[in-house]
């Protein structure tokens, strides 16, 4: 399989001006920061909640909890998968009873990750509600899910790969579009 | 009378240091003629070109398991194993069930043998009764009624005031003892040798020491009764050292060893391989140097089988539960072929005579040689010809060989026994 | 990056690279247990058999647990020693339970290369949980997993095993996992509990207690079968604790911060004193709670691989 990039979808900056905007819209929709945690999906969805958290600091003059949520042990596609996909570290140092919750990943697609990460936030508590943050929408979803505050809506094809690139993680910011080419033609 | 003609074949006979292209011609079950461009004048004329013609094989130990378990082996599958390995004479081991330690067993054997064995079978009869190390067997007897040795294999007589008192007893029937070498307490509880592999893999070893004692124990017991001994399967080096010693002292020893003390070692054992559990166990690269010096040098006198059948359920278990013993009748011939042979440990002349002459020598058998007015047992043998060795390969009941998944190279394609052409290309002929 | 095989039956086939993968994964299992729930989805529907021909409460405790955690169903099959001679053959009764569709077999035995045998008849992942005097490569695991998280590394730390090597799968597997991780390993025990060329395994063999401890970071002491003494592997207990038994005065010799481990069960007394076993050096229990971490570990690598 290759990828080859086809389109820059945002860059260093709009990723920038979209991360504070929406920080705003989390702190209006809640009415203030009482209450509010912020827990982002393994892998990139944990430095976007980071991001949001500061912002909101810029704003409230708060320090929002933020917790880290893998999902691997909850997916739905283990017993299909050839390989196991590696564990990585959840850590939520609070208790999120009554807790709202805005949970953080960096592309919505399918709803399945955001399905795992539901089922697996029950274990830890009860919180009040849960809402969903992500920067890029693009579409295709197999579950009822739907995201509470979004980046970009950027409809994709079943062919193509919207890749977030954050610079904590892949050295860079900017969002690309990709497209698989069929072995290499 | 019926005469067979074997043509233009390498006549290899060590008794007679004959290595030549001969004709050699067969009247009933006698050798009438061997000579250059005899005359066709029979009615069966085998063609022999490019064959090795030579005295039929003589395996002197084998466990051919009847009585007792004839579920792994009888007189008759032994004996079409042994045919089909070129082998035209087998001596089979007393450790059957009832062991043959009276005269009824061995004529148990003889007659047995004589109805449905299809090579020749000389019984070994045992040193002591029941083979429990404790009372003397009827030697004379059993002498009398057929048996050419006498031997508790399996098992070791540990009592020396016995085993010293079984050699006079012995020497009094001028019979050999063919010794199974193991101190009892020393490989107690083992199950392969003891080293690195051992270690690794958790399991309980056999020092090589439990042969070595016994066979410095059994040939300072040979120098003071003045019998005559015969250790069998010698595994390890110091086992050759001793042999070669105590020969040039001019104590009556020989001793004889098997096709995978010169060709495996413990590493062999691998995962497990129940098909490389025997005993002794198999040793190290350093012993089979000394094996196969020891065959070179003439330490070492015979090569046999120690054809040991156990069924699969048998050898697919535990390592620690599997049976000790592999099968060999078949494989002994391609294995000396292909180890010692075309290796250049010996020649073939001298490989053969550890398969002729030498044990019929040892065992006082009218066997192991090309002569006229002898019986005629024959083994034509095709050094090119190649097989692989798989369960399919097997005539024995039994396939619990270390060498499956082999190829090898240098097998009997003709066997004549008493005259009687009993295999022909690599087919059982049948009576 | 996963495992090679669908059978994990001991560490001296397991390369460097997927030691630290398992090492790797039992951390965030091992970050469960602080959770109310402790349980995850990851196995649901897996059925994992425990074949236990060796009464061995922990480490099928272990198992259990580590696999209920992971959602995975358990069924129990104890076979008592005495029906391994007479009854069903070990191939006839994995070959009933792979019928039964299990995916994991749990195989602890009496006899080495037990699991081995398995592996070969059947699809089932066969886990090694102990096969005789060879391998138990989940406790190998789990020391390395211990010690690593005490002392940040593997590499280049002094061990000393002390205790009967000749009967020990737990040495064999710890000496395999050390050694590829780094560590210098060395047995300490009579001449007649160490097995023949062990050196060649790459440790240093040592009768001395004393001078085994010189500089360690690591003092592992194992079980001492209290039957060995009728086997004329000792002359007596007393005389066994007398000369190797780990106490406080021999921790002197050792590094300041050296651990104290032990598998378990405890001879307290025997092999190991009370003191030392609840002394801050040891990490004794640490063990058996890493243990299912790295149970669990196992069981989701080897689901992967089939």
New interface residues.
């Given amino acids: 399989m290759v990828l080859h990039e086809k389109k820059i979808i945002m860059n260093k900056a709009e990723i920038d001006r979209t991360i504070k905007r929406m920080a705003y819209e989390i702190v209006e929709k809640n009415y203030g920061v009482e209450g509010l945690v912020i827990i982002g999906i393994q892998n990139r969805g944990v430095p976007l909640a980071n991001r949001l958290a500061s912002k909101i600091k810029e704003m409230e003059s708060v320090d929002v909890p933020v917790g880290v949520l893998d999902i691997t042990l909850y997916r739905d596609d283990l017993n299909s998968a050839v390989n196991q996909p590696i564990v990585r570290e959840t850590k939520i140092p609070f208790n999120i009873d009554r807790k709202k919750i805005v949970l953080v990943d960096d592309v919505l697609f399918t709803g399945r990750t955001v399905r795992a990460a539901l089922d697996e936030l029950i274990d830890f508590g009860r919180p009040k509600l849960i809402r969903l943050a992500v920067l890029i929408d693009r579409g295709n979803r197999e579950f009822p899910i739907q995201p509470d505050f979004v980046g970009k809506v950027f409809p994709a094809s079943s062919k193509e790969l919207v890749c977030v690139e954050l610079k904590e993680v892949d050295k860079t910011d900017r969002v690309v579009l990709k497209e698989i080419e069929e072995n290499g033609k | 009378m019926k005469k067979i003609l074997i043509k233009n074949g390498r006549v290899i006979d060590p008794a007679n240091k004959t290595d030549e292209l001969l004709d050699i011609l067969i009247e009933g079950n006698k050798i009438s003629s061997f000579k250059k461009s005899l005359p066709f004048t029979a009615e069966k004329v085998i063609d022999a070109q490019g064959k090795i013609v030579v005295p039929g094989l003589i395996d002197m130990h084998v466990h051919l398991r009847e009585p007792g378990r004839e579920d792994e082996e009888t007189i008759a599958s032994g004996t079409k194993a042994a045919l089909m390995g070129g082998i035209t004479s087998v001596c089979c081991m007393a450790n059957t069930n009832p062991c043959i330690d009276n005269v009824s067993g061995v004529k148990f054997i003889l007659l047995k043998a004589k109805n449905e064995g299809l090579v020749n079978v000389f019984p070994i009869g045992s040193v002591t009764k029941e083979l429990l190390g404790r009372e003397l067997s009827p030697m004379g007897e059993m002498s009398k009624a057929g048996i050419v040795a006498v031997s508790d294999d399996g098992s070791s007589i540990m009592n020396a005031k016995i085993m010293r008192r079984a050699l006079e007893y012995a020497k009094t029937f001028s019979l050999p003892v063919i010794i199974h070498s193991e101190d009892l307490n020393l490989s107690q509880g083992g199950v392969m040798n ?3 592999v ?6 309980i ?1 056999i ?1 090589r020491e439990a042969e070595n004692i016994m066979v410095a124990r059994d040939i300072a017991l040979a120098e003071l009764t003045g019998a005559k001994i015969h250790i069998a399967h010698v595994s390890t080096k110091e086992s050759v050292g001793l042999v070669k010693e105590a020969k040039k002292k001019g104590i009556k020893v020989t001793c004889e060893t098997c096709p995978h003390y010169f060709t495996l070692t413990e590493k062999s054992v691998g ?2 391989n129940t098909n490389m559990k025997m005993k002794p166990p198999l040793r190290t690269q350093n012993d089979i140097k000394a094996i196969r010096e020891g065959l070179a040098d003439g330490t070492i006198d015979c090569i046999v089988s120690d054809h040991a059948p156990h069924l699969d ?1 048998e050898k ?6 599997a049976a000790f013993g592999v099968v060999g009748l078949e494989t002994l011939l391609p294995l000396i072929m292909v180890e010692l042979v075309e290796k250049k440990v010996l020649s073939l002349s001298e490989a053969i005579k550890k398969v002729t002459l030498n044990p019929a020598t040892i065992l006082k058998l009218k066997k192991g040689r090309i002569k006229v007015g002898e019986c005629a047992d024959l083994t034509i043998i095709d050094s090119q010809k190649e097989l692989r060795i798989d369960a399919g390969f097997f005539h024995s009941k039994c396939k619990n060989s270390p060498f499956i998944g082999r190829k090898l190279k240098g097998f009997a394609v003709t066997t004549i026994v008493k005259g009687r052409i009993a295999m022909e290309n690599r087919t059982f002929v049948s009576n | 990056m996963k495992l090679k095989n669908k059978d994990l039956l001991g560490l001296e086939n397991l390369d460097k690279k997927e030691v630290q993968l398992i090492l790797d994964t039992a951390g965030p299992f091992k970050d469960l247990f602080t959770r109310s729930i402790k349980k995850v989805p990851a196995l649901r529907g897996r059925t994992v058999v425990l074949l236990f021909y060796e009464p061995s409460t922990r480490t099928k405790n272990s198992f259990e647990l580590a696999a209920k955690r992971l959602s995975a169903d358990t069924l129990n099959v104890s076979v008592s020693t005495s029906s391994v001679v007479k009854g069903e053959s070990l191939i006839d009764t994995v070959k009933t339970i792979e019928a039964m569709k299990a995916d994991f077999v749990i195989i602890r035995h009496g006899m080495a290369g037990a699991a081995e045998i398995v592996s070969r008849e059947i699809k089932s992942s066969v886990i090694n949980a102990g096969d005789g005097a060879h391998e138990h490569p989940t406790q190998g695991l789990l020391d390395l997993f211990t010690i690593r998280e005490k002392k940040g590394k593997i590499k280049g730390l002094k061990v000393t095993i002390i205790g009967d090597v000749l009967h020990s799968r737990v040495a064999r597997s710890n000496i395999w996992g050390l050694k590829k991780m780094g560590a210098e390993v060395r047995v300490c025990a009579p001449a007649t509990l160490i097995p023949k060329e062990i050196e060649s395994m790459g440790v240093e063999v040592f009768y001395d207690l004393n001078k085994s401890l010189k500089d360690v970071d690591v003092i592992y002491t194992l079980r001492i079968q209290l039957e060995r003494q009728k086997g004329q592997l000792l002359s007596s207990l007393r005389e066994y604790t007398e000369f190797y038994g780990i106490t406080k005065e021999r921790l002197k010799y050792a590094k300041e911060d050296c651990l104290v481990m032990h598998p378990g069960p405890m001879n307290r007394g025997v092999e190991i004193s009370g003191e030392v076993a609840d002394g801050n050096r040891s990490v004794i229990l640490e063990q058996v709670t890493n243990g299912i971490a790295i149970r669990m570990a196992v069981l989701y690598l080897l689901a992967g691989n089939k």
């Fill in positions: 003891e080293g690195k051992s270690t690794v893999l958790g399991l070893g020092p995962k497990y359920i697919d278990t535990e390592f620690n539960l």
